[in-house]
């Protein structure tokens, strides 16, 4: 899918109420590494509030982004492997995960947990259900509210595991995680 085409698909949709969530659990001015920006929406509304690292592993949208937002702290960065020395308060995505494999999911959360301060919170959203589909090209993996406290309790207290309504109801997870 292109750059374009993925812009057009997120209009209309941002992450304001899952920012809010993140808010109960995460002091102001804390440093926050945002995990896929894509057309950078949610980042934009993050930076009102914390210190903001961006990063995708797609330059293209990198660039896209810097174009508008020249002084920003900007990462190249895959998700899964997470290969950076840098360590964050938060690591957060919104609707990002879902585009790795279930095995690449759980190889992500251990490295996110080596790239967060201790007691660190990730925050992430992803579709609720249970299929696997591609669509253009790009990997869609739906969860269920059990499963994914299972791939991440290991690693992480489970803050809160709740579903919400994006664009059908129920139809979304959002988690929040203390590193343990
Ligand atoms: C739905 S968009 C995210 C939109 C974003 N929340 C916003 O506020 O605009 C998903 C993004 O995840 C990125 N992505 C997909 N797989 C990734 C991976 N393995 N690591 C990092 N980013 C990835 C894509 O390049 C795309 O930019």
Known sequence: M???QY???AEGYDGTVLIKVLQKYLPAD??????GIGPGKDMTILKKSYAVTGSDSSKIFLDR???KNPHDDLLLLDAITMETDRKFDCIYSNK????LTKENLVKSFQMQKEALNPNGIAF???WKGSKVEEMEDL???YYEVDELRK??????DVLAIETYDEIEDDDSIYLVLRAK
């Open 2 to 4: 292109g750059v374009d």
């Open 7 to 9: 812009i057009k698909m």
């Open 30 to 35: 804390s440093t926050v590494l945002e995990l």
């Open 65 to 67: 982004f810097m174009e």
């Open 96 to 99: 990002v995960l879902h585009h």
């Open 124 to 126: 992430h959203s992803l």
């Open 139 to 141: 990997l869609f993996t």
């Open 151 to 156: 791939i991440t309790e290991c690693d992480f």
